[in-house]
Antibody, heavy 134, light 107 residues
Framework: QLQLQESGSGLVKPSQTLSLTCAVS??????????WSWLRQPPGKGLEWIGY???????YYNASLKSRVTVSADRSRNQFSLKLTSVTAADTAVYYC??????????????????????????WGKGTTVTVSS | DIQMTQSPSSLSASVGDRVTITCRAS??????LNWYQQKPGKAPEVLIY???ILQRGVPARFTGSGSGTDFTLTISSVQLEDFVTFYC?????????FGQGTKLEIK
């Protein structure tokens, strides 16, 4: 059974860089064509999507964080990482890594045909708390 | 960004009740809508994806419906383990966004 485990700095000083790693066990990052994601949840608040790294290696980030965030993958070590620079107290949160699964769909109509993918987060890490404080 | 609004923010129910949670998108998202539940102190778990497809292993008392801008999650008969927080998520466009959550509480 696939499992994800976040690790990294739990306390980061303001203006410094938050670095987290998500170790994938029980399966390979390279199988199944999956993508991988980071999300976070500030204390007592809802979920915020940070970004994806696709199976192809392409990355997509939340524009509100884009200039500060980098998601990368080390498939040889079966892990992927998050770096967030210039952190402030607003970055204090529980950070989750998750696997992105996709389901293809197809449609046909009288005048057109096409398809795409539905994406959802089906395996999550337990989460790691990061506090930004001096 | 697409805004997702859930209602209500909290809901009181008794075991065995039928409950419905609504999620509204600020623009059409077709059926690119997922539902998650989150137990206190735990990571979210997917219940439904593509608006109405039940994730493997999720009890059949959960159903999802809707398309475009309006979606619902229905629990046909609430069980004790369902008194948690539920979130909707749109995956129609980046950034993927979540509703603010609906907390289901015991009446």
């Amino acid at each position: 059974q696939l499992q994800l485990q976040e690790s990294g700095s739990g306390l980061v000083k303001p203006s410094q860089t938050l670095s987290l790693t998500c170790a994938v066990s029980g399966g390979s990052m390279n199988s199944g064509g999956h993508s991988w994601s980071w999300l976070r949840q500030p204390p007592g608040k809802g979920l915020e999507w940070i970004g994806y790294i696709y199976h192809s290696g392409s990355t997509y980030y939340n524009a509100s964080l884009k200039s500060r965030v980098t998601v990368s993958a080390d498939r040889s070590r079966n892990q992927f990482s998050l770096k967030l620079t210039s952190v402030t107290a607003a970055d204090t949160a529980v950070y989750y890594c998750a696997r992105v699964s996709s389901v293809p769909y197809y449609y046909t109509s009288e005048n057109s045909a096409g398809g795409g993918y539905y994406y959802y987060l089906d395996v999550w890490g337990k989460g790691t708390t990061v506090t930004v404080s001096s | 960004d697409i805004q997702m609004t859930q209602s209500p923010s909290s809901l009181s129910a008794s075991v065995g009740d039928r409950v419905t949670i609504t999620c509204r998108a600020s623009q059409s998202i077709d059926t690119y809508l997922n539902w998650y539940q989150q137990k206190p102190g735990k990571a979210p778990e997917v219940l439904i994806y593509a608006a109405s497809i039940l994730q493997r292993g999720v009890p059949a008392r959960f159903t999802g419906s809707g398309s475009g801008t309006d979606f619902t999650l229905t629990i046909s008969s609430v069980q004790l383990e369902d008194f948690v927080t539920f979130y909707c998520e749109q995956t129609y466009s980046f950034p993927h966004t979540f509703g603010q959550g609906t907390k289901l509480e015991i009446k």
